[in-house]
């Protein structure tokens, strides 16, 4: 038994030497058998996933979007395997994920333009895969300019058929609107160009929002993404990176206004037929003020940048143009006819025409969204243009007149001007002005009123010499002068007043002609206390008999004159 043991341990030594060589071999084979099936699994794409990146074949969805990640981890890993001495996998790996990945871009660039052909931006519900997609596509920036300027130029061709069907309800796709054309409809001017600035403003609104929702739903991401991918391009590295960041919101609001660019011109177009063929300057600074009131709106929207609203500033500054043309011809024009003073002092015709136009455009200034610092500077700038000349002209008219009847006639005239300011918050400046031009022909109204009551009361001579030797103790009056004085006065007193405020009964401003009068009575009635005083001082310095006294003669007081002249 035990040579027997001896001999089959003799024979089984070599097969178990050799299944012992053979158990290492399958662990060293098992273990190279994982490492390749994690690396094919980590580093290699399968065939479904190949064939769902790279065929057209294929739908772009959830796989693709799964194949082209997983295709970008393998080459952002394969630096790990660039860090062996062997680099010829790795090499290997990352040229086919990299050609991988170019199929991947080109397919998603191929379906996106197709998708943009048939993309309803109406629809609320905004397709998820394409905003998915124009996220991914962000990484090829050169690529995901290419579409935004195929969506601009489609959209934009949309858009302005969508609004040359609205303005005469014939489109380019022989549909028939529900809505009457806006040439039918607004046969005022003013209205026409409101409802052409209205609809592309509400056109402006709606396309921000819907792109707002495809492009900027993953906004960060898509900046993000953007970035790398500029800063991977060529060109960028031989620049150094010296170009801006991507800004979305500068991006969103240039692609909108691309959008609208062929409604823009469209609009351009038939707002300048509206303006050049206007002949009525209050029109034309409506106008004006209502495309300065959409480029304000159209400045929040889209910012300070894009040609909707260089289009809509270079209107204004033409409706302005315009406006300043009509009002030099309508200068002219009153200017070229003879002029003439109206029997009553009142304002010229071609004043009152005038203020009242620019009662029409001032109106207009308080409803725009200016600021109040530059909406006063422009409304004062227009005033200048409008209004100043016509008032020179009716002052002009005033050089032939009498003292009075000149600052009678100065003052209808600022007070019609005033009036027509005080309609408006923005011309305060211009009302203190007038005021103030108002107070001084007042004044010398004043002087003239109390050179009336001097010489009515026959009393101007006798005052002028009392104020001319105020500082002496005597002034000889002579007693029939003075006698002379005080029947005329008792003559005077009785219509002073009334005859006074004849004398202003032109004066359109009836409240004004009385203060100006009583502010002569006073001083008249201030001028004869000063002769009471100086009478009263003579009296007691003569000592007289009381039939002698100059007051026998002059029993008039104070008191009695400012009753009658009250």
Sequence with gaps: MKGTVAAARVEIGTPLAEANVLLEKRKATERRRHILQTLRERFVLSEDEAVALTSTAEPVNDEFFAALAKAKKITSECEVLLGFENQTLASEIMEKASKNIGFGYQKLYKWVQREFKALDLENPQMNATMRKALTVLAARPSLFQNCLDFFADARQRILSDAFFASLTGNGNSGESTAVKPIDMIAHDP??????????????????????????????????????????????????????????????????????????????????????????????????????????????????????????????????????????????????????????????????????????????????SLSPSESKEDGIDQMLGEAIDPFILDSEALAKSLSTLRRSVYLINCRLAVMSCFKQSNSTSQREEKLKSSINDEASILIDSQLEFFYHGSGLSDIIALIKKDAGSTRSPIAIAKLSSSSSELDHFLPSAYIDALERLGQLQDSTLARKITEDAAERFCTDFELLEKHIDSLDLATDGEQDNTLRSVFPRTADEIRVLLS
Excluded at 198 to 221: I, K, P, Q, Y
Excluded at 273 to 280: G, H, L, T
Excluded at 298 to 314: E, F, I, N, W
């Design 190 to 367: 003013l209205r026409y160009v409101g409802d052409m600035l209205a609809w592309v403003h509400s056109t402006a609104v709606s396309e921000r929002e819907v792109l707002e929702v495809l492009f900027v739903a993953d906004g960060e991401e898509v900046v993000k993404d953007i970035n790398s991918g500029r800063d991977a391009e060529l060109w960028r590295i031989i620049s150094d990176g010296e170009d801006e960041e991507f800004n979305t919101l500068k991006a969103l609001n240039s692609l909108v206004d691309r959008d609208v660019s062929g409604a823009t011109r469209l609009l351009r177009q038939r707002v300048e037929q509206v303006i050049q063929s206007n002949e009525d300057s209050i029109l034309a600074h409506k106008l004006a003020n209502l495309l300065k009131f959409y480029g304000i709106m159209l400045l929040k929207l889209l910012g300070p940048d894009g040609s909707l609203l260089d289009a809509v500033r270079s209107l204004e500054k033409e409706a302005m143009r315009q406006f300043r043309a009509l009002l030099r011809e309508r200068i002219a024009a009153v200017r070229a006819e003879p002029q003439s003073m109206p029997s009553n002092l009142s304002p010229p015709v071609f004043l009152q025409d005038a203020l009242k136009q620019i009662q029409a455009m001032v109106s207009t200034y308080d409803t």
